[in-house]
């Protein structure tokens, strides 16, 4: 769930291995020295990102094309951020980029847009993600009944166009399609019956 940051809460800078080490299992991020803590989200949020992740990772398993993981977890983005995407996906080719407490670039990175997330979501985190080399970027904001979906073209994101009826594709997950009319059904749909549109057991 794309939430609220609190306030820095680190007194002093501390580095990256420092902050795996005493943030270990907190919804934290790090950037630039300081940790900042990430604020509880809402039930909407929290259904829409547990929807995400195990539709996705569904996909991926019937086919064996990677992992999805959700926070907390961090992803490196840069020298001096670590984030902590709502969802975000890694291919089976690129499963050492896993490590042990953090991970060094995912094939599709979804954040989960709140009110007080918006600036951040397509700001400084859109910009990360790039410069990261993150190849592809969804963000949902279910207030809104919005979708933006990007994909990475000579360093910059470009929008992916998603078609009438609106539908969610990744290059990472060939084949996988979610129509974004689910992710505002209330409740959102449940996976037995994505997989019976997608046809799989």
Same mark, same amino acid.
């Given at each position: 769930m794309a939430t609220r940051v609190s306030p820095v809460v680190s007194a002093t800078e501390m580095s990256f291995e420092e902050f795996l080490v005493a943030y270990? @299992? &907190?919804?934290a991020e790090w950037v630039d020295g300081r940790v900042h803590l990430m604020s509880p989200g809402n039930d909407r949020q929290s259904r829409l990102t547990r929807f995400l992740a195990s539709v996705i990772q569904d996909w991926a398993e019937a086919h064996d094309l990677g992992e999805v993981f &959700? $926070? $907390?977890y961090t992803v490196r983005t840069r020298e001096g951020a670590g984030r902590e995407p709502d969802v975000f996906f890694v291919r089976a080719e690129h499963l050492d980029r896993v490590h042990g407490t953090y991970v060094e670039g995912p094939d599709l990175v979804i954040e989960i847009v709140s009110p007080s997330s918006r600036g951040q979501d397509r700001g400084d985190k859109y910009y990360? !993600? =790039?410069? =990261? @080399?993150i190849p592809e970027y969804w963000l949902i904001d279910p207030e809104r009944s919005r979708v933006e979906? !990007? /994909?990475l073209e000579g360093g910059d994101y470009r929008v992916v166009p998603l @078609?009438?009826?609106? &539908?969610? /594709?990744?290059? =990472?997950?060939p084949g996988m399609w979610i129509a974004v009319e689910w992710l505002w059904r209330q409740p959102l749909p449940k996976q037995r019956s994505v997989r019976a549109?997608? @046809?799989i057991a």
């Open positions: 270990d @299992g &907190v919804h &959700v $926070p $907390p990360e !993600y =790039a410069e =990261a @080399g979906a !990007y /994909r @078609g009438d009826p609106a &539908v969610l /594709r990744s290059e =990472a997950l549109e997608w @046809g």
